[in-house]
């Protein structure tokens, strides 16, 4: 059964930074578009950041971009959500997903969701 489990989250100042993880296992973790996903309270699930198969490209929602960055190791399994000048609104539930391809990822069709790391921004 396909894991995913995101770490790192946590309790930051606005301002302050985060870097979340996410550990892939029983996947064939380089033939999926990986991406994080969040969820504040009472609002639905939105699109935070993608990255393709190789790690070459990225696309990013256009509230977090130049705050945030996606990376991933395809070696060790693993996705990463550097997260800087964090703000009071960034306060969510952060989830990683897996998909087949950029679009759908995009259009929150995905494959396999992790169960979520919290984040909390104070002001």
């Known amino acids: 059964q396909v894991q995913l489990v995101e770490s790192g989250g946590g309790l930051v100042q606005t301002g302050g930074s985060l870097r979340l993880s996410c550990a892939a296992s029983r996947l064939t973790f380089g033939s999926y578009v990986m991406g994080w996903f969040r969820q504040a309270p009472g609002k639905e699930r939105e699109f935070v950041a993608a990255i393709s198969w190789s790690g070459g490209s990225t696309y990013y929602a256009s509230s977090v971009e130049e705050r945030f960055t996606i990376s991933r190791d395809n070696a060790k399994n693993m996705v990463y959500l550097q997260m800087d000048s964090l703000k009071p609104e960034d306060t969510a539930i952060y989830f990683c997903?897996?998909?087949?391809?950029?679009?759908?990822?995009?259009?929150?069709?995905?494959?396999?969701w992790g169960k979520g790391t919290l984040v909390t921004v104070s002001a």
């Open positions: 997903a897996a998909s087949s391809n950029i679009n759908m990822i995009k259009n929150k069709i995905v494959d396999f």
